[in-house]
T-cell receptor, first 114, second 113 residues
Framework: AQSVTQPDIHITVSEGASLELRCNYS??????LFWYVQSPGQGLQLLLK??????LVQGIKGFEAEFKRSQSSFNLRKPSVHWSDAAEYFC????????????FGGGTRVLVKP | KAGVTQTPRYLIKTRGQQVTLSCSPI?????VSWYQQTPGQGLQFLFE???????NKGNFPGRFSGRQFSNSRSEMNVSTLELGDSALYLC????????????FGQGTRLTVV
């Protein structure tokens, strides 16, 4: 079965600094890859997705992610963090074997210092 | 276009009771999935319904069940509630096709006392 690892449980970053969140997956082929963000008590909002093609994908809110097949990674980045980026971020995969079934990483909570 | 709507937003139930949660997908979406989110286990897939049929199922006991109606609205039911069922239950809908993503609702916060 596929699995997703987000090695960092918490990350604290200063406002205006860059941010990188790590995600590694375990699966024999390239799955469909997603990053979601969750604010406290809220649902999940899709930041970006990778299905195929260009390995650098752009998302909403100034986020981008790079797929690296050789490292089975899909790391999320933002050049300059805003206080409103404080939230929990989830990496997820779906192999689309027979329908929709997301497997999520454990999440990374991002704190933004003023 | 309205998003995924989950009702109710909050529920408090007693151990041993049963509960039904509702999810209205985005118009035109026929796939509805349910996820449980807890601090200890994170986000876990419960099941997916497509055209009124369960298409995928996660590793949850039979106390967790669901159904989908002809208008794609879905309900999930948890019987004989346990304290450990306290969680945020998230519903997601997806359009047809493989190259698609899941759109999530705000969730239903279930507290079992």
């Amino acid at each position: 079965a596929q699995s997703v690892t987000q090695p960092d449980i918490h990350i604290t970053v200063s406002e205006g600094a860059s941010l990188e969140l790590r995600c590694n997956y375990s699966y024999g082929a390239t799955p469909y890859l997603f990053w979601y963000v969750q604010s406290p008590g809220q649902g999940l909002q899709l930041l970006l997705k990778y299905f195929s093609g260009d390995t650098l994908v752009q998302g909403i809110k100034g986020f981008e992610a790079e797929f690296k097949r050789s490292q089975s990674s899909f790391n999320l980045r933002k050049p300059s963090v805003h206080w409103s980026d404080a939230a929990e971020y989830f990496c997820a995969v779906d192999i689309k074997a027979a329908g929709n079934k997301l497997t999520f990483g454990g999440g990374t909570r991002v704190l933004v210092k003023p | 276009k309205a998003g995924v709507t989950q009702t109710p937003r909050y529920l408090i139930k007693t151990r041993g009771q049963q509960v039904t949660l509702s999810c209205s997908p985005i118009s035109g979406h026929r796939s509805v999935s349910w996820y449980q989110q807890t601090p200890g286990q994170g986000l876990q897939f419960l099941f997916e319904y497509f055209s009124e049929t369960q298409r995928n199922k996660g590793n949850f006991p039979g106390r967790f069940s669901g159904r989908q109606f002809s208008n794609s609205r879905s309900e999930m039911n948890v019987s004989t509630l346990e304290l450990g069922d306290s969680a945020l239950y998230l519903c997601a809908s997806s359009p047809l096709g493989a190259n698609t993503e899941a759109f999530f609702g705000q969730g239903t916060r279930l507290t079992v006392v």
